[in-house]
């Protein structure tokens, strides 16, 4: 065999190589795509989240006062429960000490693990003022930072287990 025989040959092997790796290439995009579409959806908003408490009635006061939140009480399976509400999200207060059977949760129950940021149409001074009428230290504020949707200014205090609560407000509310 000629040395351009072999050539033309080792070329024509390389090409089909190449086509296989072509065609495995595609065969895994679409499994890609396949589990893309598996998984095309998008959460739209918050409806609640749980605070783990060492004192649920402190906390639900502390809420109402500080942060102007609704208290109620629900019914679930294991009994009575209570949660302060503001708009369409409510803030469920779970007993430190509740069993896991009693109220499924998150590994770690400890009170004061949770940093949240709430967002008002109030100025950051009415709620710095507010805080302090209340005797409610404050722990910064106000300071400009990045939010959801985008630079923001927040009051920071602490609630009764120690979580980190920031107020924030946006200019263009």
């Not at 609704?70 to 429960?81: I, K």
Request: negative net charge; contains cysteine.
């Amino acid at each position: 065999m000629q040395y351009r025989d072999r050539i033309i040959l080792e070329l024509l092997e390389l090409l089909e190589l190449l086509e296989l790796l072509e065609l495995l290439e595609l065969l895994e995009l679409l499994e890609l795509l396949e589990l893309l579409e598996l998984m095309s959806f998008s959460v739209d908003t918050i409806d609640h989240l749980v605070l783990n408490v060492k004192d649920v009635e402190a906390s639900a006061a502390w809420y109402t006062r500080a942060l102007g939140m609704q208290r109620v009480a629900f019914e679930s399976g294991f009994g009575l429960r209570v949660a302060v509400q503001f708009g369409d999200h409510k803030i469920n207060l779970r007993p430190a000490d509740a069993s896991t059977v009693a109220w499924f949760t998150g590994v770690n129950t400890a009170p004061g693990s949770a940093d949240v940021c709430f967002v008002t149409k109030s100025s950051p001074e009415t709620v710095k003022a507010h805080w302090t009428a209340l005797g409610i230290a404050i722990e910064e504020g106000p300071v400009k930072r990045a939010g959801a949707r985008g630079t923001m200014t927040s009051v920071y205090c602490r609630d009764p287990d120690g979580n980190l609560i920031e107020v924030a407000s946006y200019g263009d509310d």
